[in-house]
């Protein structure tokens, strides 16, 4: 077993942390909550500390964040229905746009690889996929494919297909068709029984793994058309199966899953206030691989965890928030 | 635009259930004399939960949920030491419409009233609603529990409902 040890516990927001994001350096983190604002902390030496409170952009809940993979901007998005953009041109972050259009809580929202593209989606059921030009942001698709609640939406790393998860139980994989630029649902992934919260692509996006409502992470890997293990792909297509299901780790809904492009290690955000790591088992079968808990840290925090991520520059490290107010900054080592 | 926003249901002006059957109430809490004495640590139990939430206030009669039998003391589940609270309700027809705000009614004073430790779980009795799976779905979904506490009038009603009366 690993250890996850705390380097810090961020205090200041009021109420419950929805996010966190790591900027695409390493070196700040965003939060976001239920306080309306989004705080940015940047590492000072061995300390983490407060460097700026962006207010007014929403005027409820504030549900996700995001750095643009460039840096210079951060989308958020929240419960009064409106995306912003923030960028700091004048020096300082300032929300200068906002994207609006759905009908009720946006609830994630994600950058493409080139940041070319900007999706969201919301309790209204739908996906829209924004195209960005120049500060110029305009709506490319809106996709009704989910029959429920959206709850998250993730890029694949190197290309622009788009994932999501929804309160109807499923996953789904979009992307263009560049005959009519026309966004399609290319597969649908179903296997949880109740809520899937959130996804995360690996390294080479070619696995994601899922969390859900029913207690377990399922880890999905693509068969492209001609594969060696013989899975069908109709429509030349390419298909997500189900490889394996962590079952019997988690007591409690598990909100949030990251996987570390650089260490291939999985983290888990759950309702029973644990942190928990996973790794792949070195002489797992790609068909049918085994993964084992590496760590399961008791009382992370003292509330549910909503969201955790790793630090996409240093290995080990890992942000996570809580309904108990806090954002943590932990370190895992083997 | 439906009129409660989180639970997606538009009519909830006309009476449903015209003449609800009438309990009898449960006693007063006995006080025994650990209950008075500083050294011994009350820890929480059904008893103290269910006296939380006997006087809510149906939404369309005024009557608690405890004289509709809404809530019974036996249908409350206390794990002190895991934080866990389990709390079931079993509305008055298995169609209501009223299902949803009343969960929400127990869950929000709940969340109010106990402290932050507890996982508190809110269904409806197995079998005595039409949707029950639907329903403890949105129940347990904390983001939209949390979107829904946003919206004014749906926690002014839920506020009228969870009042105490004079």
New interface residues.
């Given amino acids: 077993m690993g250890t996850l040890e705390l380097r810090q516990s961020l205090t200041g927001h009021r109420g419950?942390v929805w996010n966190v994001c790591w900027h695409p350096l390493g070196s700040c983190v965003a939060s976001c909550g239920?306080d309306k604002t989004i705080r940015i902390w940047v590492s000072k030496g061995s300390q983490w500390v407060i460097k700026t409170i962006l207010t007014e952009g929403h005027t409820?809940?504030i549900?996700e964040i995001a750095w643009s993979p460039c840096g210079n901007y951060i989308a958020s998005v929240s419960?009064d229905a409106t995306v912003a953009i923030w960028d700091k041109k004048s020096g300082q972050f300032e929300c200068n746009t906002t994207l609006e259009g759905h009908e009720?809580?946006v609830?994630s929202v994600s950058w493409s690889c080139g940041g070319q593209l900007l999706a969201t989606c919301s309790?209204d059921k739908s996906v829209w996929v924004w195209e960005v030009n120049d500060d110029d942001y305009e709506c490319a698709a809106v996709i009704n494919a989910h029959s429920q609640?959206v709850?998250k939406v993730r890029w694949h790393p190197t290309s622009d297909i788009l994932a999501s998860a929804s309160?109807d139980n499923s996953l789904k994989i979009f992307k263009e068709d560049t005959a009519d630029s026309d966004w399609l649902c290319v597969s649908t992934l179903t296997s949880h029984t109740?809520?899937v919260w959130s996804l995360s692509f690996n390294s080479a996006g070619d696995r994601l793994a899922s969390c859900s409502?029913d207690r377990t992470v399922k880890i999905w890997q693509e068969y492209k058309p001609g594969n060696e293990a013989g899975i069908s792909t109709p429509n030349d297509e390419p298909v997500w199966k189900c490889v394996c299901t962590l079952s019997g780790y988690h007591t409690?809904?598990i909100y949030d899953i990251d996987w570390c492009k650089k260490t291939g290690l999985i983290v888990t955000a759950c309702?029973?206030d644990i942190v928990r790591i996973f790794k792949e088992e070195s002489d797992s079968d790609p068909n049918q691989p085994t993964f084992s808990m590496v760590c399961s840290n008791e009382t992370s925090h003292?509330?549910?965890v909503n969201s955790v991520q790793w630090n996409p520059a240093e290995p080990g490290l890992v942000a996570s928030a809580s309904?108990?107010g806090e954002v943590k900054i932990w370190f895992y080592s083997d | 635009m439906d009129k409660y926003?989180y639970l997606d249901e538009s009519n909830a002006e006309k009476l449903e259930n015209v003449n609800p059957k009438l309990y009898k109430k449960a006693d007063e809490r006995q006080v025994t004399a650990d209950d008075e004495n500083e050294d011994v640590v009350d820890e929480f139990d059904s008893r103290e939960v269910f006296d939380i939430v006997r006087n809510i206030n149906d939404p369309e009669h005024p009557l608690t949920l405890e004289e509709l039998k809404v809530v019974e003391e036996e249908l409350i589940e206390v794990d002190n030491e895991k934080n866990n609270i389990v709390i079931k309700f079993t509305p008055t027809i298995p169609h209501c419409s009223m299902a949803t705000l009343i969960g929400l009614s127990i869950r929000v004073l709940l969340l109010r009233t106990l402290p932050?430790?507890f996982?508190i779980t809110v269904e409806i009795t197995p079998g005595s609603h039409t949707s029950e799976d639907a329903i403890n779905?949105q129940l347990?979904?904390?983001?939209?529990v949390?979107?829904a506490l946003?919206n004014n009038h749906l926690l002014e009603v839920i506020n009228q409902c969870i009042r105490i009366k004079d």
């Fill in positions: 419950r239920e409820r809940t549900r419960f009720n809580e609830k309790r609640d709850k309160y109740s809520t409502d409690r809904t309702g029973d003292t509330q549910d309904d108990d | 926003n932050a430790r996982k779905k347990a979904d904390k983001e939209r949390a979107a946003e």
